[in-house]
């Protein structure tokens, strides 16, 4: 029998293994973000490496076939990767990988110092048990909210998300408070938060109740001394049973024979109830297998998808279908976002990269025409964003989409097009004259690339959004939604993002964080209305 004193060791090992690749991850996006890439992990993110990511774009996938923005296909072939483990041995990834959990292990070292015996036993039995089945709420309410939102809406308050991005200025304030509560709750508990409140620990742990290997007790040799009892992290009460099927175990094997249980071969993960030393078999698994069985189905895993071309840790450009009606089946425009590239948009409405190029008058000398971004028109329009009673951005790329094909789409009131946009409808007889003249009314002349003095022709019957006090254009700062009744909170909820400068515009600080400001506009648009 191998020492124990060594084998303790295996799974700290991998955690901070695990731990490690998550932070090295996180440091390449922020480091992109400053235009210096790492080869190997290029493009990669936080989202991309979530296998939560892929549970809760389900219901997305299955009926559109797209996903839930910011989520990957890795994150999905990730989900399934996880899943196998998870058949074969329980919920591992959570006692073995998860760098959340391993966090709120280290926090839970200075508790033990603090309270030593007391530590992980002040919340009392009968309570505790109630308390574990919240995470069961949080998954549902996670799912469905996701579902109907089709936003990441547990990104907001996710401690994990918060740990990792606390540096970045894109946590907003619930998800540090989260991770404050999780920090000072695991000073008195074990993992409070995969306890209570892990959603993705939630779903892992029904595997319990069917994985392949369970830590299984031999009757016949235990001796009822309750050590099993008193190393299990997750508090389950392993000395009367047989099989733990409990929904809580993470398979950490803290609680077996190789660890705590002072009796050779007498808990252990097996696939039938442990026997004698000279019964054991290679399908008893210690700490040993446990970590080789992770690093070959995980990193192997993603070696194998990478070389096919499969991980791939960029969102699918693949807009969801319009369902019903003349158009049905046909890509939406409705749902080009900030990141398609015009060859997406070309692939996905066959509206050539190159009108689009010509359209937004883009500079396509120091860049193909194929390679810019819809978002990309912010920055190019910025200069103006201030003077123009309106923008050109995400939002005019979907009505010059909509309407070079002809579909429906219901612009927004402040959505400009440039002019060569609009003489390019016109020359190809895609728009009416009377069209033409209601398009020029919100048009903006931009020089051969970039823009020059933007040309609005105001007529008597511009709309009447227009008039309003309280209207949201590029130059409204955050002290201006204030001065019109708003809260910082009520900002702060709809953007996701906590703001320090209230001097600064709104339209600054999303081409900061890189979100769409047609997007948000509206929503403060509809909040500062309905005041």
């Given at each position: 029998?191998?020492k ?11 955690q901070?293994l ?8 996180v440091?390449?996006h922020?480091?992109?973000?400053a ?53 074969i ?16 292990e ?52 996710d ?24 920090i ?24 319990n ?7 299984r ?26 099989t733990?099927?409990?929904?809580q ?25 442990p ?16 970590a ?43 749902d080009?976002?900030?990141?398609y ?16 190029a ?9 860049k ?19 003077d ?15 309407l ?7 612009a ?6 440039p ?5 390019i ?38 709309d ?34 906590p ?33």
């Open positions: 029998m191998k124990k004193s060594s084998i303790k060791y295996v799974r700290k090992i991998v901070l695990f731990f490690l690749m998550v932070l090295l991850v440091i390449s922020s480091l992109e973000e235009g210096i890439t790492i080869a190997f992990l290029e493009g990669a993110s936080l989202h991309a490496i979530c296998p939560f990511g892929g549970v809760v774009t389900i219901y997305q996938y299955v009926t559109s076939g797209t996903f839930v923005q910011k989520i990957h296909e890795a994150s999905f072939y990730l989900m399934i990767i996880v899943f196998i483990t998870a058949i041995a329980g919920p591992i990834f959570c006692g073995w990988v998860c760098p959340f959990g391993t966090f709120q280290w926090i839970g070292l200075l508790g033990k110092k603090l309270f030593k015996k007391k530590y992980n036993n002040f919340i009392p039995k009968k309570i505790d048990s109630v308390l574990r089945y919240l995470r069961y709420f949080v998954l549902i309410w996670v799912i469905v909210m996701t579902a109907v939102s089709a936003t990441l809406i547990f990104s907001t308050y401690p994990y998300y918060a740990l990792f991005n606390f540096w970045t200025g894109e946590v907003a304030i619930t998800g540090f408070i989260s991770l404050g509560i999780v000072i709750l695991s000073l008195f508990v074990e993992r409070p938060f995969c306890k209570y409140a892990c959603p993705y620990g939630a779903l892992l742990g029904i595997t109740l069917f994985r392949i290997f369970s830590i007790r031999n009757n016949e040799t235990c001796i009822s001394c309750k050590a099993c009892d008193k190393a299990c992290p997750m508090n389950i009460e392993i000395s009367n049973k047989s733990i099927r409990n929904h175990c993470i398979s950490c094997l803290a609680c077996t024979s190789e660890l705590a249980c002072p009796v050779e071969a007498t808990l252990e993960l097996n696939i039938k109830e026997k004698k030393k000279e019964h054991k078999s290679i399908w008893d698994l210690d700490s040993f297998k446990v080789i069985i992770l690093i070959v189905i995980v990193l192997g895993g993603i070696l194998i998808l990478k070389s096919q071309g499969l991980w791939k840790t960029e969102s699918s450009k693949v807009p969801i279908k319009i369902e019903a009606g003349e158009f049905a089946g046909m890509a939406d425009p409705s080009i976002r900030g990141s590239t015009f060859n997406d948009i070309e692939t996905n409405f066959k509206v050539p990269a190159d009108i689009l010509q359209a937004f008058a883009l500079d396509t000398s120091e193909a025409a194929g390679d810019y971004k819809a978002k990309d028109l912010e920055l190019v329009y910025e200069a103006l964003a201030d123009m009673e309106g923008e050109v951005g995400t939002d005019s790329v979907r009505l010059f989409v909509s070079y094909l002809g579909m429906p789409y219901e927004e009131v402040t959505t400009l097009l002019n060569p946009a609009l003489n409808l016109k020359d190809k007889n895609l728009i009416s004259e009377d069209k033409f003249l209601i398009l020029k009314e919100r048009s903006v002349a931009p020089s051969t690339y970039g823009v020059t003095e933007p040309t609005v022709v105001e007529e008597e019957h511009l009447s959004a227009n008039l309003v006090d309280m209207e949201i254009k590029g130059k409204t700062t955050f002290n201006d939604l204030l001065d019109w009744g708003l809260t910082k909170e009520q900002i702060e909820e709809i953007l996701g993002y703001i320090n400068e209230t001097s600064q515009t709104v339209r600054d600080f999303t081409v900061e964080k890189e979100i769409e400001f047609s997007d948000y506009r509206t929503e403060f648009q509809k909040l500062l209305d309905s005041l």
